[in-house]
């Protein structure tokens, strides 16, 4: 379902050319779970920025199902993150002025692909369903990371993509916030790439990448 | 001595890094002072022109004695009051017609003349005796000079009579011509008379007086203590009021931008700012420190402000003294000279605005503890309690305003009306667009019209101080233009009314004048010759003018009555009937039937009054009679105006014809159109000035939304970022973001309307009534309020547009950096 070859990224970093991503291959399956690992600074987060979208590669290609990522513009690529993937970051990104019911459905509903049931559902499963009218700052952390995973995975996205989504979580919450996310996938039955440092977070997903001095290992 | 520095330039270094920012900072600060200053230099150079005219030989600065009805008395007084060590010194105060247009004579007896009065001292000594001898000497303000067309030593005519040759005299007050009591009394006409004895200081025992003033005067004299400030500085005390009230307003919405600039930098300095206490600096050291940047900031943008502050001045100073000239007659220099005081006080409010604007940063900064909590700002709580605090001090606003309308009863009350409105109008502003924002929230479906309405919601607290500035500018443009609006419209048509005549014509003398009748009365093109006249004295211890108007169907068929009794006009015919002007019957409160006593060279003159008529423009009261009878009171009025009846197809022969029979020019011989038509330049001058400080606010509110805008942009990647990953593009956000700030500004907009219209209101009910004595009637113009709006919303636009436009162009990079927490 995602296919990466050859992929390069440089930044321009104090006058010089920094290689980050020197010629990665990488590919997920529909319904895989990858954990990607590495050290800091080993380009991790630049790949799955690369892959949502959110950035453009140097060279490499990206291929999601039957869309060619690379080739698109920048519209496409707003297109492609709203109707074909589910992002969750670290920080939770949640949008703090709209309530907890609205943030939600804010993607679902956009990429016009809301479903009553399985909105009805989520809500059950992410145990929201009194802290539907609270805001984000009214939130714990894992509260607000169980919202940003049920709202990325309300428009049933072909691939969940997740940046150290439990980094700011105790160990038990990240448990938690994990085991919900694999359940949902598993139910939705997309493609589900999680960028990670927990060696023990990773080894609960079918597969663990490293990523190593900006190729895979 | 070296920490310090090396701590001030850690502070420094993040200007550098976002020069934006600092530019917003020194452009808050540069405007507030700017415009601060440039209306108190407009203020300092009236009021020093109004000390000049006050100082002239003895005007309200000096005691004197004057007579009890304020007319002339003999100069025999003089003598015995000196004879009984009294220092006094004789004045003859009158006035003279040089080419048609009048002068202040004053006559003075300079070896008397105390030391301590202003202008002495030129006449007091070397030139002494050019001035007491025949042909004598005319002392005149360069302006005056410049006015007349005349050079130093030329003589000009008054009447048929050479006056004495012109010299120049820097310290007088233009407009005054000064030459010695004698001849004074010979040009006037008054042999052996004075109006009022100056009083000097006694130089000791020798100089006591031996005598009362009772015991050598009886009760033919009072004396009149002097004044710290002149009648001119009374007269002009509303319209500096309202210029100082623009230069207020202007600088604390110049003070909202550098309010937001320091919120935002010490926002993002935090980190650095904790770094710094972490590392060992005390918190008094690092206080200490941030008030010594601010102050060399405001220092700089002071000097900045004060140098725009005098152009600023210089280029509306030419309109300020149209309107002080055309309002109070008031005569104003054209160029500026300011005291050192100005440049201080300018550098003081600069810093003490500074201080002021960032004072709640650097109380956040004396109590931030060293490790920060990570605390969520909980802005849906911490916006409602803050928003139910301002509703609650809004309405204990309101309330002062309703009081102060009912019981207020002054100028000061008026202008504390107009305040209170307006400070209970920006307070409730915030509450006004929560309510507005949370209908278009509840009736919206879609969920990026929930979130639109939701952000904005949330955006209002950064962006609330600039949506108040924007309010105050549009509220007082449409205020002062309604106002100025419904001034125009009544105006334009009072001098319709009071501009009947077809030719006006203002001889050069009354033999002249004599000689134009005689000439008139033989063509047959003019169907009525209407002379004129106008006579000065005092009444309730301020100057009134004595108006003659000839009994005639002209005036009885257009002159713009306000109320009158049944055939007022027929009533004035004996004589013993007035018309009082608007301004007069509202100072000294009267009103149809009442009678006054008008002191008069005969003795006094008492008049019934039959009408009350508007006389907008005219800073003196003013009582008009029938010429006859004006002419049998004061006899010595100057009959040199004349208005002529004439078909309109032989008017421009007619002036033609008289021109070249008398040598009459432009200013002598006018047409109604013409007059009408200069007396509109001139009322549109008299307002130019406020139309420009209006643009001034208004750009100043502009400058301030679009800071707002700009420093709230960076802080809000947070919020814009997550829609942009989940998959709206840039261009949407940015299309997005601009129609929230036009959704905002547009309802603070049609906010500002009917407060605008209030405080045009208060204006023509309250504020013009107690400042000029006349009250105009109320009228909306929405042509006028359409135009303001299309102006706000483009103004919003403006500022919106730069920060838009860099969240459309901004580069993914940017963005994601919000996301991310490694590379």
Same mark, same amino acid.
């Given at each position: 379902?995602?296919?990466?070859?050859?992929?390069?990224?440089?930044?321009?970093?104090?006058?010089?050319?920094?290689?980050?991503?020197?010629?990665?291959?990488?590919?997920?399956?529909?319904?895989?779970?990858?954990?990607?690992?590495?050290?800091?600074?080993?380009?991790?987060?630049?790949?799955?920025?690369? !892959?949502?979208?959110?950035?453009?590669?140097?060279?490499?290609?990206?291929?999601?199902?039957?869309?060619?990522?690379?080739?698109?513009?920048?519209?496409?690529?707003?297109?492609?993150?709203?109707?074909?993937?589910?992002?969750?970051?670290?920080?939770?990104?949640?949008?703090?002025?709209?309530?907890?019911?609205?943030?939600?459905?804010?993607?679902?509903?956009?990429?016009?692909?809301?479903?009553?049931?399985?909105?009805?559902?989520?809500?059950?499963?992410?145990?929201?369903?009194?802290?539907?009218?609270?805001?984000?700052?009214?939130?714990?952390?894992?509260?607000?990371?169980?919202?940003?995973?049920?709202?990325?995975?309300?428009?049933?996205?072909?691939?969940?993509?997740?940046?150290?989504?439990?980094?700011?979580?105790?160990?038990?919450?990240?448990?938690?916030?994990?085991?919900?996310?694999?359940?949902?996938?598993?139910?939705?039955?997309?493609?589900?790439?999680?960028?990670?440092?927990?060696?023990?977070?990773?080894?609960?997903?079918?597969?663990?990448?490293?990523?190593?001095?900006?190729?895979?290992? | %001595?070296?920490?310090?520095?090396?701590?001030?330039?850690?502070?420094?270094?993040?200007?550098?890094?976002?020069?934006?920012?600092?530019?917003?900072?020194? !452009?808050?600060?540069?405007?507030?002072?700017?415009?601060?200053?440039?209306?108190?230099?407009?203020?300092?150079?009236?009021?020093? @022109?109004?000390?000049?005219?006050?100082?002239?030989?003895?005007?309200?600065?000096?005691?004197?004695?004057?007579?009890?009805?304020?007319?002339?008395?003999?100069?025999?007084?003089?003598?015995?009051?000196?004879? @009984?060590?009294?220092?006094?010194?004789?004045?003859?105060?009158?006035?003279?017609?040089?080419?048609?247009?009048?002068?202040?004579?004053?006559?003075?007896?300079?070896?008397?003349?105390?030391?301590?009065?202003?202008?002495?001292?030129?006449?007091?000594?070397?030139?002494?005796?050019?001035?007491?001898?025949?042909?004598?000497?005319?002392?005149?303000?360069?302006?005056?000079?410049?006015?007349?067309?005349?050079?130093?030593?030329?003589?000009?005519?008054?009447?048929?009579?050479?006056?004495?040759?012109?010299? %120049?005299?820097?310290?007088?007050?233009?407009?005054?011509?000064?030459?010695?009591?004698?001849?004074?009394?010979?040009?006037?006409?008054?042999?052996?008379?004075?109006?009022?004895?100056?009083?000097?200081?006694?130089?000791?025992?020798?100089?006591?007086?031996?005598?009362?003033?009772?015991?050598?005067?009886?009760?033919?004299?009072?004396?009149?203590?002097?004044? =710290?400030?002149?009648?001119?500085?009374?007269?002009?005390?509303?319209?500096?009021?309202?210029?100082?009230?623009?230069?207020?307003?202007?600088?604390?919405?110049?003070?909202?931008?550098?309010?937001?600039?320091?919120?935002?930098?010490?926002?993002?300095?935090?980190?650095?700012?904790?770094?710094?206490?972490?590392?060992?600096?005390?918190?008094?050291?690092?206080?200490?420190?941030?008030?010594?940047?601010?102050?060399?900031?405001?220092?700089?943008?002071?000097?900045?402000?004060?140098?725009?502050?005098?152009?600023?001045?210089?280029?509306?100073?030419?309109?300020?003294?149209?309107?002080?000239?055309?309002?109070?007659?008031?005569?104003?220099?054209?160029?500026?000279?300011?005291?050192?005081?100005?440049?201080?006080?300018?550098?003081?409010?600069?810093?003490?605005?500074?201080?002021? @604007?960032?004072?709640?940063?650097?109380?956040?900064?004396?109590?931030?503890?060293?490790?920060?909590?990570?605390?969520?700002?909980?802005?849906?709580?911490?916006?409602?309690?803050?928003?139910?605090?301002?509703?609650?001090?809004?309405?204990?606003?309101?309330?002062?305003?309703?009081?102060?309308?009912?019981?207020?009863?002054?100028?000061?009350?008026?202008?504390?009306?107009?305040?209170?409105?307006?400070?209970? @109008?920006?307070?409730?502003?915030? %509450?006004?667009?929560?309510?507005?924002?949370?209908?278009?929230?509840?009736?919206?479906?879609?969920?990026?019209?929930?979130?639109?309405?939701?952000?904005?919601?949330?955006?209002?607290?950064?962006?609330?101080?600039?949506?108040?500035?924007?309010?105050?500018?549009?509220?007082?443009?449409?205020?002062?233009?309604?106002?100025?609006?419904?001034?125009?419209?009544?105006?334009?048509?009072?001098?319709?009314?009071?501009?009947?005549?077809?030719?006006?014509?203002?001889?050069?003398?009354?033999?002249?004048?004599?000689?134009?009748?005689?000439?008139?009365?033989?063509?047959?093109?003019?169907?009525?010759?209407?002379?004129?006249?106008?006579?000065?004295?005092?009444?309730?211890?301020?100057?009134?003018?004595?108006?003659?108007?000839?009994?005639?169907?002209?005036?009885?068929?257009?002159?713009?009555?306000?109320?009158?009794?049944?055939?007022?006009?027929?009533?004035?015919?004996?004589?013993?009937?007035?018309?009082?002007?608007?301004?007069?019957?509202?100072?000294?409160?009267?009103?149809?039937?009442?009678?006054?006593?008008?002191?008069?060279?005969?003795?006094?003159?008492?008049?019934?009054?039959?009408?009350?008529?508007?006389?907008?423009?005219?800073?003196?009261?003013?009582?008009?009679?029938?010429?006859?009878?004006?002419?049998?009171?004061?006899?010595?009025?100057?009959?040199?105006?004349?208005?002529?009846?004439?078909?309109?197809?032989?008017? =421009?022969?007619?002036?033609?014809?008289?021109?070249?029979?008398?040598?009459?020019?432009?200013?002598?011989?006018?047409?109604?159109?013409?007059?009408?038509?200069?007396?509109?330049?001139?009322?549109?001058?008299?307002?130019?000035?406020?139309?420009?400080?209006?643009?001034?606010?208004?750009?100043?509110?502009?400058?301030?939304?679009?800071?707002?805008?700009?420093?709230?942009?960076?802080?809000?990647?947070?919020?814009?970022?997550?829609?942009?990953?989940?998959?709206?593009?840039?261009?949407?956000?940015?299309?997005?973001?601009?129609?929230?700030?036009?959704?905002?500004?547009?309802?603070?907009?049609?906010?500002?309307?009917?407060?605008?219209?209030?405080?045009?209101?208060?204006?023509?009910? !309250?504020?013009?009534?107690?400042?000029?004595?006349?009250?105009?009637?109320?009228?909306?113009?929405?042509?006028?309020?359409?135009?303001?709006?299309?102006?706000?919303?483009?103004?919003?636009?403006?500022?919106?547009?730069?920060?838009?436009?860099?969240?459309?162009? %901004?580069?993914?990079?940017?963005?994601?950096?919000?996301?991310?927490?490694?590379?």
């Amino acid at each position: 379902m995602l296919r990466v070859t050859g992929l390069t990224k440089s930044y321009r970093s104090a006058g010089e050319d920094v290689a980050v991503l020197r010629g990665v291959d990488l590919a997920v399956a529909t319904g895989e779970s990858v954990a990607l690992t590495g050290e800091s600074g080993s380009g991790k987060s630049t790949l799955l920025h690369l !892959i949502a979208g959110l950035d453009a590669a140097d060279g490499g290609e990206i291929a999601l199902a039957d869309i060619n990522v690379s080739t698109l513009n920048d519209a496409g690529r707003a297109e492609l993150r709203r109707d074909r993937l589910g992002l969750v970051f670290q920080q939770f990104n949640l949008i703090p002025s709209l309530s907890v019911a609205d943030n939600l459905v804010f993607q679902s509903r956009i990429a016009g692909r809301h479903d009553a049931a399985w909105h009805d559902e989520l809500v059950e499963r992410l145990g929201l369903k009194n802290l539907l009218r609270r805001y984000p700052e009214q939130l714990s952390g894992g509260q607000q990371q169980r919202v940003a995973i049920g709202r990325a995975l309300a428009p049933k996205p072909l691939l969940l993509l997740a940046d150290e989504p439990t980094g700011n979580l105790d160990e038990d919450t990240a448990d938690e916030v994990l085991r919900l996310a694999r359940d949902l996938v598993a139910r939705t039955g997309c493609g589900f790439l999680m960028v990670t440092h927990s060696a023990r977070l990773a080894a609960t997903l079918d597969r663990q990448v490293n990523l190593h001095a900006g190729v895979i290992a | %001595m070296r920490r310090p520095l090396w701590i001030l330039a850690v502070l420094l270094s993040h200007w550098r890094r976002h020069p934006m920012q600092l530019a917003t900072l020194l !452009i808050g600060l540069i405007s507030a002072t700017a415009l601060w200053s440039g209306v108190q230099a407009l203020n300092q150079q009236a009021r020093i @022109a109004y000390d000049r005219a006050a100082a002239t030989f003895g005007g309200s600065r000096t005691a004197m004695l004057v007579s009890k009805d304020s007319a002339t008395f003999p100069q025999q007084l003089f003598v015995d009051l000196r004879r @009984a060590g009294w220092p006094v010194s004789p004045m003859l105060e009158g006035r003279v017609q040089i080419d048609g247009r009048s002068f202040r004579l004053l006559g003075v007896e300079p070896v008397t003349l105390p030391s301590e009065v202003g202008n002495a001292p030129a006449v007091g000594r070397g030139s002494l005796q050019a001035f007491v001898t025949p042909p004598g000497e005319m002392l005149v303000a360069g302006e005056t000079l410049r006015d007349l067309g005349l050079k130093e030593g030329e003589r000009p005519q008054a009447n048929g009579i050479g006056l004495p040759p012109l010299r %120049m005299q820097a310290e007088l007050a233009p407009g005054a011509l000064v030459v010695d009591i004698g001849i004074a009394q010979d040009i006037l006409k008054m042999p052996g008379q004075v109006s009022r004895l100056l009083v000097g200081k006694s130089k000791g025992k020798s100089e006591t007086p031996h005598a009362t003033l009772e015991s050598v005067a009886g009760d033919k004299l009072r004396l009149v203590e002097p004044s =710290a400030e002149s009648d001119l500085e009374r007269l002009t005390d509303s319209f500096h009021l309202n210029l100082t009230a623009f230069g207020l307003l202007s600088f604390f919405v110049g003070l909202f931008i550098v309010n937001s600039a320091i919120g935002l930098a010490f926002e993002q300095r935090l980190p650095m700012l904790r770094t710094l206490r972490a590392c060992g600096v005390s918190a008094r050291m690092l206080n200490t420190v941030l008030v010594i940047e601010l102050v060399s900031l405001a220092l700089v943008a002071g000097l900045i402000g004060l140098v725009c502050g005098y152009f600023i001045a210089a280029a509306l100073l030419p309109d300020v003294a149209a309107s002080l000239r055309g309002l109070y007659g008031a005569q104003i220099p054209g160029q500026l000279s300011l005291k050192p005081v100005w440049w201080f006080a300018g550098i003081a409010i600069s810093i003490l605005g500074a201080l002021a @604007a960032a004072a709640t940063s650097l109380a956040k900064a004396i109590r931030m503890p060293v490790l920060a909590t990570a605390q969520p700002q909980a802005w849906q709580q911490a916006q409602r309690r803050w928003l139910m605090f301002q509703s609650a001090a809004a309405l204990a606003v309101f309330a002062v305003a309703a009081v102060l309308i009912q019981f207020g009863d002054s100028l000061i009350a008026g202008f504390a009306v107009l305040a209170a409105l307006m400070l209970g @109008a920006a307070l409730i502003l915030p %509450m006004v667009l929560q309510i507005a924002l949370a209908f278009g929230q509840r009736s919206a479906r879609a969920p990026v019209g929930i979130w639109f309405w939701a952000d904005s919601r949330q955006q209002l607290s950064g962006l609330s101080l600039a949506l108040m500035a924007l309010l105050l500018a549009l509220a007082v443009n449409v205020g002062v233009g309604t106002m100025v609006e419904s001034f125009s419209r009544t105006f334009l048509v009072w001098l319709d009314g009071r501009l009947a005549a077809d030719v006006y014509i203002s001889a050069a003398s009354d033999a002249q004048a004599k000689q134009i009748k005689t000439w008139l009365r033989d063509r047959p093109d003019v169907e009525a010759i209407l002379p004129g006249g106008r006579a000065e004295t005092q009444l309730g211890g301020a100057p009134i003018e004595v108006l003659g108007l000839p009994d005639h169907a002209t005036y009885r068929d257009n002159w713009p009555l306000l109320e009158s009794t049944a055939n007022a006009w027929v009533r004035l015919r004996p004589g013993d009937t007035c018309l009082v002007s608007e301004q007069l019957s509202r100072r000294m409160k009267l009103a149809i039937g009442d009678h006054i006593e008008v002191p008069a060279p005969g003795g006094n003159w008492p008049l019934g009054i039959a009408g009350i008529y508007a006389d907008y423009g005219n800073p003196k009261g003013q009582i008009a009679v029938n010429f006859a009878a004006l002419t049998r009171h004061f006899p010595q009025t100057p009959l040199t105006r004349l208005g002529l009846r004439v078909a309109p197809d032989k008017i =421009a022969p007619l002036i033609t014809a008289l021109q070249a029979t008398f040598g009459l020019d432009d200013r002598n011989v006018a047409d109604q159109a013409t007059m009408k038509q200069e007396s509109r330049r001139v009322f549109n001058r008299t307002f130019s000035v406020t139309g420009a400080l209006n643009a001034f606010t208004l750009g100043v509110a502009g400058i301030a939304l679009l800071t707002s805008l700009l420093t709230l942009a960076n802080s809000r990647l947070p919020q814009l970022a997550p829609l942009w990953a989940i998959g709206l593009t840039r261009r949407r956000l940015a299309a997005l973001e601009l129609l929230k700030t036009m959704a905002v500004a547009l309802i603070t907009a049609l906010f500002a309307l009917p407060l605008g219209l209030l405080v045009a209101w208060c204006l023509l009910a !309250i504020v013009n009534v107690k400042a000029f004595g006349w009250r105009l009637p109320f009228h909306v113009f929405p042509l006028q309020l359409i135009e303001l709006l299309a102006v706000a919303m483009a103004a919003a636009l403006c500022a919106a547009a730069l920060p838009v436009a860099r969240l459309a162009r %901004m580069q993914p990079a940017t963005l994601i950096r919000t996301f991310v927490n490694e590379r």
